[in-house]
């Protein structure tokens, strides 16, 4: 009998208030489609659907952007308290069906299927292992999280983000270089910079 395939979701990000964007930056477009779409379309792409959009900050607004997406969309009420809070929300949405939970933040307009899927070959099933993507000589989202990373991600609060896990001993750290994870969207400059 064939070895049941690993479940993998995938989490996109978008609860923020883009405090230096000056607006939700989640709705700006680049190359003509809003940030938030075109994370969601990514991340659908590497993990068939199974993908959870975490909103918070004028939710009213990227809600309407998901109208026509068939995914989880899990609302972060705390999304004032940052990051930790959403990837809280979303490792919440997933422990009971989850392998692992592959994070992705909706401001990184680079990310590509292609790589989201290289972070999913590149981990070899067990369930405490962490695969980081690797750029600008640190590690940092997208990541993938194992099975035993979800309760600490569960336990986050505040604007304290996961990287804490990548050097805890219970935890294997592996990396798939992608330099294009450098780029984030921060600033309507930023955003010039697209266009």
């Given at each position: 009998m064939p070895e049941k395939q690993p479940t993998i979701f995938a989490a996109v990000l978008a609860a923020g208030r883009s405090s230096r964007f000056g607006s939700t930056k989640q709705a700006?477009?680049?190359g003509g489609v809003p940030l938030l779409v075109r994370a969601t379309t990514t991340a659908t792409d590497a993990c068939d659907g199974r993908v959870v959009?975490?909103?918070?900050h004028d939710w009213q607004t990227l809600l309407g952007l998901l109208q026509s997406y068939s995914g989880f969309v899990v609302i972060n009420e705390a999304y004032a308290e940052g990051l930790g809070a959403s990837i809280a929300s979303a490792a919440r949405a997933c422990r009971a069906r989850a392998d692992a939970l592959?994070?992705?933040?909706a401001d990184q307009p680079l990310i590509t299927a292609q790589h989201l899927k290289a972070l999913i070959d590149s981990w070899?099933?067990?369930t405490n292992e962490i695969v980081a993507s690797s750029f600008a000589g640190t590690e940092g989202p997208p990541?993938?999280?194992?099975?035993?990373?979800?309760?600490?991600l569960i336990a986050l609060t505040g604007d304290r983000g996961a990287r804490s896990l990548f050097n805890d001993d219970r935890f294997t750290l592996r990396t798939v270089p992608f330099?294009?994870?450098?780029?984030?969207?921060?600033?309507?400059?930023?955003?010039?910079?697209?266009?």
């Open positions: 700006a477009e680049v959009t975490v909103i918070g592959l994070l992705l933040l070899s099933g067990a990541v993938l999280f194992a099975r035993d990373a979800l309760p600490e330099e294009a994870a450098a780029i984030d969207i921060d600033t309507p400059a930023d955003l010039a910079a697209f266009s």
